[in-house]
């Protein structure tokens, strides 16, 4: 795959909201249960320190959002989520959009990136936080309340910029 990792432009809004609902609408990794409108979209998008997407031949494959994970004398740590739609998941589509946002974090200032809520059961993410260096911080019992109503246990991870 040819893919580039670039900061989103208006245009790319309708294919990034589809992407990020579709994760919202599983139910299983995003802590947000609402799906994004065109407005509500463009303004989410648009607060973020950073928002790239992957993109392939014109079409958007994934993205993710930068931005801090607290304020004040934590606001040097960030934090990022990232989005793949399930036609190419698997296929390294990812890794490319975690290793840009590493880059990106270490451009805009931010010295550590932290992952608050990684679902135990997402276990590709898991394996390439672990396989990219990110260190895991142990396990939060049932801090994940899934789509079908039972819980699942999350992992903090962290990564030095």
Known sequence: MSIIVR?????DLPAMTAIWNEIVNEGTSFPQDIPLD?????????????????????????LYILHPNNVGRCGHIANASYAVSSAVRGK??????????????????FRILQFNAVVKTNERAVHLYKKLGFTPLGVI???FYMKDGHFEDIIPFYKEL
Do not use: N, W
């Not at 900061?7 to 245009?11: D, F, G, L, S, V």
């Not at 390294?92 to 200032?109: M, N, P, T, W, Y």
């Open 141 to 143: 019992p049932d801090g």
């Open 38 to 62: 065109s407005l509500s979209a463009a303004e989410f998008f648009g607060m973020q320190s950073r928002t790239a997407v992957a993109e392939e031949d014109g079409k958007i494959l994934g």
């Open 7 to 11: 900061p989103y432009t208006a245009e």
């Open 92 to 109: 390294g589509v990812g890794r490319q959009l975690v290793c840009d946002s590493l880059d990106a974090g270490k451009e805009l200032g």
